[in-house]
Nanobody, 127 residues
Framework: QVQLVESGGGLVQAGGSLRLSCQAS????????MGWFRQAPGKEREIVAA????????NYADSVKGRFTISRNNAWNTVYLQMNSLKPEDTAVYYC????????????????????WGQGTQVTVDS
Protein backbone atom coordinates (compact mmCIF):
# COMPACT_ATOMS: atom_id res chain seq x y z
CA GLN A 1 0.00 0.00 0.00
CA VAL A 2 1.26 3.46 -0.89
CA GLN A 3 0.05 6.61 0.79
CA LEU A 4 0.55 9.94 -0.94
CA VAL A 5 0.54 13.40 0.60
CA GLU A 6 0.68 16.52 -1.55
CA SER A 7 1.91 19.93 -0.45
CA GLY A 8 2.92 23.24 -1.94
CA GLY A 9 -0.36 24.55 -3.24
CA GLY A 10 -1.56 28.07 -2.61
CA LEU A 11 -2.54 31.39 -4.12
CA VAL A 12 -0.27 32.96 -6.71
CA GLN A 13 -0.49 35.81 -9.18
CA ALA A 14 -0.66 35.08 -12.88
CA GLY A 15 2.85 34.63 -14.23
CA GLY A 16 4.12 33.33 -10.93
CA SER A 17 5.48 29.94 -9.93
CA LEU A 18 4.71 27.16 -7.48
CA ARG A 19 6.31 23.83 -6.76
CA LEU A 20 4.12 20.99 -5.66
CA SER A 21 5.55 18.04 -3.77
CA CYS A 22 4.11 14.59 -3.20
CA GLN A 23 5.60 12.49 -0.43
CA ALA A 24 5.00 8.75 -0.66
CA SER A 25 5.14 6.21 2.13
CA UNK A 26 6.60 2.74 1.78
CA UNK A 27 9.75 1.24 0.30
CA UNK A 28 8.47 0.51 -3.19
CA UNK A 29 8.16 4.06 -4.54
CA UNK A 30 10.56 3.34 -7.39
CA UNK A 31 8.22 0.64 -8.72
CA UNK A 32 5.51 3.19 -9.48
CA UNK A 33 4.79 5.43 -12.40
CA MET A 34 3.85 8.79 -10.89
CA GLY A 35 1.40 11.29 -12.26
CA TRP A 36 -0.04 14.68 -11.46
CA PHE A 37 -3.68 15.31 -12.25
CA ARG A 38 -5.90 18.33 -11.72
CA GLN A 39 -9.58 19.02 -11.43
CA ALA A 40 -11.12 22.45 -11.84
CA PRO A 41 -14.63 23.25 -10.57
CA GLY A 42 -17.26 21.75 -12.84
CA LYS A 43 -14.68 19.93 -14.96
CA GLU A 44 -13.41 16.38 -15.18
CA ARG A 45 -10.10 15.38 -13.67
CA GLU A 46 -7.33 15.51 -16.25
CA ILE A 47 -3.74 14.40 -16.40
CA VAL A 48 -1.13 17.14 -16.20
CA ALA A 49 2.14 15.23 -16.27
CA ALA A 50 3.58 11.78 -15.70
CA UNK A 51 7.02 10.35 -15.03
CA UNK A 52 8.37 6.84 -15.42
CA UNK A 53 9.77 4.78 -12.56
CA UNK A 54 13.34 5.99 -12.89
CA UNK A 55 12.42 9.49 -14.00
CA UNK A 56 13.96 8.99 -17.40
CA UNK A 57 10.76 9.51 -19.31
CA UNK A 58 8.18 12.24 -18.87
CA ASN A 59 5.10 13.46 -20.66
CA TYR A 60 2.87 16.50 -20.36
CA ALA A 61 -0.55 17.72 -21.30
CA ASP A 62 -0.38 20.16 -24.20
CA SER A 63 -1.78 22.91 -22.00
CA VAL A 64 1.24 22.85 -19.67
CA LYS A 65 4.12 21.94 -22.00
CA GLY A 66 7.01 24.33 -21.63
CA ARG A 67 5.66 25.68 -18.35
CA PHE A 68 5.49 22.68 -15.99
CA THR A 69 8.18 20.16 -15.12
CA ILE A 70 7.65 16.85 -13.37
CA SER A 71 10.54 15.18 -11.58
CA ARG A 72 11.10 12.60 -8.90
CA ASN A 73 13.64 11.66 -6.27
CA ASN A 74 13.37 7.95 -5.53
CA ALA A 75 15.76 8.18 -2.59
CA TRP A 76 13.36 10.62 -0.95
CA ASN A 77 10.13 8.96 -2.15
CA THR A 78 9.04 12.27 -3.60
CA VAL A 79 7.66 13.52 -6.89
CA TYR A 80 7.54 17.20 -7.78
CA LEU A 81 5.66 19.43 -10.14
CA GLN A 82 7.37 22.73 -10.87
CA MET A 83 4.82 25.14 -12.30
CA ASN A 84 6.01 28.33 -13.98
CA SER A 85 4.21 31.07 -15.89
CA LEU A 86 0.99 30.16 -14.18
CA LYS A 87 -2.30 31.19 -15.73
CA PRO A 88 -5.76 31.61 -14.20
CA GLU A 89 -6.87 28.52 -16.13
CA ASP A 90 -4.36 26.47 -14.11
CA THR A 91 -6.56 26.99 -11.05
CA ALA A 92 -7.61 23.56 -9.80
CA VAL A 93 -7.10 20.94 -7.13
CA TYR A 94 -3.93 19.06 -8.01
CA TYR A 95 -3.64 15.36 -7.21
CA CYS A 96 -0.65 13.09 -7.07
CA UNK A 97 -1.16 9.48 -8.18
CA UNK A 98 0.86 6.26 -8.31
CA UNK A 99 0.46 3.36 -10.70
CA UNK A 100 2.39 0.13 -10.36
CA UNK A 101 4.51 -0.95 -13.33
CA UNK A 102 6.71 -3.95 -13.98
CA UNK A 103 9.04 -2.07 -16.31
CA UNK A 104 10.79 1.25 -16.55
CA UNK A 105 9.93 3.50 -19.45
CA UNK A 106 6.21 3.04 -18.95
CA UNK A 107 4.01 6.09 -18.57
CA UNK A 108 0.30 6.00 -17.84
CA UNK A 109 -2.14 8.56 -19.16
CA UNK A 110 -5.47 7.21 -17.92
CA UNK A 111 -6.80 7.64 -14.41
CA UNK A 112 -7.71 3.95 -14.26
CA UNK A 113 -4.02 3.03 -14.44
CA UNK A 114 -3.29 4.76 -11.15
CA UNK A 115 -4.36 2.84 -8.07
CA UNK A 116 -3.14 5.19 -5.33
CA TRP A 117 -4.17 8.83 -4.94
CA GLY A 118 -3.37 11.71 -2.64
CA GLN A 119 -5.95 13.99 -1.09
CA GLY A 120 -5.15 16.92 -3.36
CA THR A 121 -3.80 20.43 -2.93
CA GLN A 122 -5.49 23.60 -4.11
CA VAL A 123 -3.75 25.87 -6.58
CA THR A 124 -5.37 29.22 -7.27
CA VAL A 125 -3.96 31.60 -9.85
CA ASP A 126 -5.23 35.15 -9.54
CA SER A 127 -5.38 37.34 -12.60
Amino acid sequence: QVQLVESGGGLVQAGGSLRLSCQASGRTFSRYVMGWFRQAPGKEREIVAAVSRSGGRTNYADSVKGRFTISRNNAWNTVYLQMNSLKPEDTAVYYCAAGGSSSDGTIYYAMRSYEHWGQGTQVTVDS
